[in-house]
């Protein structure tokens, strides 16, 4: 499986606009694509303006199929618009376990 570990920071005056159109991706791509397996959306304990998405797709291709979809279009725009106090870090992942067999 292939997953990603994202990590931003918001506007704390934006923090409600962020909140919405995160939920949005979140649920849509929960909800709307069978080749996403998991996305999680956390926030740090220590900073509310800091968040983690943990997402997990059957392969990159998964992923691309994701970056087309209308709810993430919502996301890219909120984002466009300065939601974020700077472009936020991804790391890309394989994921260990559970094994690849044990996802559904």
């Given at each position: 499986m292939f997953a990603l570990v994202v990590s931003v920071r918001v506007k704390p005056e934006r923090r409600e606009e962020f909140l919405?159109?995160?939920e949005e991706d979140a649920r849509g791509s929960r909800e709307?694509?069978?080749n996403c397996l998991r996305f999680d959306v956390l926030q740090d304990n220590a900073d509310p303006n800091h968040?983690?998405?943990y997402e997990v797709y059957r392969n990159e291709e998964a992923l691309k199929e994701h970056t087309?979809?209308?709810?993430y279009q919502g996301w890219r725009?909120?984002?466009e618009a300065g939601v974020l106090e700077a472009p936020?870090?991804?790391t890309r992942c394989h994921t260990v376990?559970?094994?690849d067999e044990q996802w559904q």
């Open positions: 919405r159109a995160i709307d694509e069978p968040y983690f998405f087309d979809a209308p709810h725009a909120a984002v936020g870090e991804v376990f559970p094994p």
